[in-house]
């Protein structure tokens, strides 16, 4: 099970650059997706996700507007369009494979999200 | 949106017990799921839904919940530990992720 990033680079204040994540090694159609982002020297922030069938997509409020996510699950690949980009988006941006579902037992049952595949992710820098 | 709030950093004898909490609204809703993170590395899935560990992360990890408090709680912490954790959950209008502010686990 592997997820590979691609596209990131050095980039002017509102130009646009478009990420790639190639899946290997599961289903992948059979799992939303996810795009997070981690600036130098700080936390993790949520992205983007996707579902399966392209049919749900949500964006954190920071991107919303300027950054679209899609797929291709005849290609296993995920993508992250970037538009009107600022210095603030600068990080390293992960791919993350969604996992989620239902569990317990005895009627005591309770759904469950997470993100149990990530990639190794891929550098933009945003800067003039 | 929601936020989910950790403690910066704690520290934990090697061998000893030390529990990472993350506060927030949403997790009054939703299960927390926790990351770790070395240095230099990708995020690693360690427990998600009420006490879930992905196969290959040692049983010395394990997760709680009461109100709007999620818990990792590391038992006999080992050298490999040392990392920061975060927590993440949907937020409360179930249409977007947030992860925790983090903490830096230091094993001494």
């Known amino acids: 099970v592997q997820l590979v990033e691609s596209g990131g680079g050095l980039v002017q204040p509102g130009r646009s650059l478009r990420l790639s994540c190639a899946a290997s090694?599961?289903?992948?159609?059979?799992?939303?997706m996810h795009w997070v982002r981690q600036a130098p020297g700080k936390g993790l922030e949520w992205v983007s996700r996707?579902?399966?069938?392209?049919?749900?997509?949500d964006y954190a409020d920071s991107v919303k507007g300027r950054f679209t996510i899609s797929r291709d699950n005849a290609k296993n690949s995920l993508y992250l369009q970037m538009n009107s980009l600022r210095p603030e988006d600068t990080a390293l941006y992960y791919c993350?494979?969604?996992?989620?579902?239902?569990?317990?037992?005895?009627?005591?049952?309770?759904?469950?999200?997470?993100?149990?595949?990530w990639g190794h992710g891929t550098t933009v820098s945003v800067s003039s | 949106s929601s936020e989910l709030t950790q403690d910066p950093a704690v520290s934990v004898a090697l061998g000893q017990t030390v529990r990472i909490t993350c506060q927030g609204d949403?997790?009054?809703?939703?299960?927390a799921s926790w990351y770790q993170q070395r240095p230099g590395q990708a995020p690693l899935l360690v427990i998600y839904?009420?006490?879930n560990r992905p196969s290959g992360i040692p049983d010395r990890f394990s997760g709680s919940s009461s109100g709007s408090t999620a818990s990792l709680t590391i038992t006999g912490a080992q050298a490999e530990d040392e990392a920061d954790y975060y927590c993440?959950?949907?937020?409360?209008?179930?249409?977007?992720?947030?992860f925790g502010t983090g903490t830096k686990v230091t094993v001494l």
């Open positions: 993350a494979k969604d996992l989620e579902g239902v569990a317990g037992t005895g009627g005591d049952y309770y759904y469950y999200y997470a993100m149990d595949v």
């Open positions: 090694g599961f289903t992948f159609d059979d799992f939303a």
């Open positions: 996707i579902s399966w069938n392209s049919g749900s997509v």
């Open positions: 993440n959950s949907r937020d409360s209008s179930g249409n977007i992720y947030v």
């Open positions: 839904g009420r006490n």
């Open positions: 949403s997790l009054r809703t939703y299960y």
